[in-house]
């Protein structure tokens, strides 16, 4: 399990990968392999976890870095870890607020929140981190910045401390059908996405945990650990989805004209009648107590990197004019 200088949450695939050096990340474990949730739990600071790597157990959370926030994360960042210092980044000048109103009482005089892309190459310029998280950032930028999701690595990494750590969590993509139960919320994904390109918004894209290895290999970066999440999915949480669709039927209604839209009202109610059969909901006005059952499928993840051991144990160069240079240093492949 990771752990990490003391987090904690859970929620949504927004796993923000905290603090590569306290006691964050097995708090998170625990929690997280107990209620069979989110990654988020990784970085818990109550949890406990034997498997801990001492490198990452060891260390204070520092100077945070939040590189995609939203209220929810930036509470538990906040409130639960003791950073000198928690800067969190967001696009959008309304989520910039709620997420200041979320910690108030918490935020420090040298805590921050600031709106950018990381699109900007001057964006926090000259800014450096302990540790950096980015929680459900990568699936989030083809809604914001496409097609650069492959330079984020990069873009973090100037921003990274010569020992520091980054947290990336992330939701492996749903497939496009399943077996059994699981195949509703294949079929609410592409409908909550066939909506919002109708809509003339962007979906956002997820991305599997062999190709956030690639990526963070071709950026030279050092997989501390990983760990994955199964998602247990309720009626709420699956519904929840479905109404990002529902949400967008005034923008298909303005762009393609009422029929449109209401055939893809109907196509939404007779998806959750689906849902309801697949999680045995109850909806007897008789019983004083609604029966849910969640469907396992999927998971969440949690990867935590770093520079190369070689690189920061290298010598630095010689001042003298006449010394030979030193020869590299040889790590284990």
């Known amino acids: 399990g990771i752990r990490h200088g003391d987090a904690g949450k859970e929620g949504r695939c927004h796993l923000r990968l905290h603090r590569a050096h306290a006691d964050a990340a097995a708090a998170v474990l625990s929690t997280c392999v107990l209620n069979a949730r989110k990654p988020r739990a990784v970085l818990h600071p109550k949890a406990r976890t034997p498997t801990?790597?001492?490198t990452l157990a060891a260390r204070p959370w520092g100077r945070f870095l939040d590189a995609g926030t939203g209220s929810h994360s930036l509470q538990w960042i906040a409130r639960n870890f003791d950073t000198d210092s928690w800067t969190a980044v967001t696009a959008a000048e309304e989520m910039a607020k709620q997420s200041r109103d979320s910690v108030k009482g918490h935020m420090r005089e040298q805590d921050k929140v600031v709106i950018g892309n990381w699109d900007d190459e001057t964006f926090l310029e000259g800014e450096v981190y302990d540790v950096i998280l980015a929680d459900y950032l990568i699936g989030a930028m083809d809604g914001f910045s496409p097609y650069t999701q492959d330079l984020i690595f990069e873009r973090l990494k100037r921003h990274l401390a010569p020992d520091g750590v980054i947290y990336i969590v992330g939701l492996e993509p749903i497939p496009d059908t399943a077996e059994g139960a699981a195949d509703v919320i294949c079929e609410v994904r592409r409908l909550r996405d066939a909506m919002i390109l109708l809509a003339g918004h962007r979906c956002y894209r997820e991305y599997p945990l062999t190709w956030i290895y690639r990526q963070c290999r071709r950026a030279g970066f050092?997989?501390?650990?990983?760990?994955?999440?199964?998602?247990?999915?309720?009626r709420a949480s699956?519904?929840?989805q479905l109404d990002v669709g529902?949400?967008?039927l005034p923008y298909i209604r303005a762009k393609h004209g009422s029929s449109t839209a209401i055939a893809m009202g109907q196509a939404c109610e007779m998806l959750q009648r689906r849902i309801d059969d697949a999680t045995n909901h109850n909806t007897s006005k008789?019983?004083?107590v609604k029966t849910d059952t969640r469907i396992r499928f999927g998971f969440d993840y949690v990867v935590a990197l770093r520079r190369p051991q070689e690189v920061l144990d290298a010598p630095l160069p010689s001042s003298g004019a006449g010394d030979a240079p030193s020869a590299p240093q040889t790590g284990s492949p």
């Open 222 to 234: 050092e997989v501390l650990e990983s760990t994955t999440f199964p998602i247990l999915y309720s």
């Open 246 to 248: 529902r949400r967008k």
């Open 238 to 240: 699956i519904t929840r």
């Open 286 to 288: 008789t019983s004083a």
């Open 52 to 54: 801990l790597t001492p």
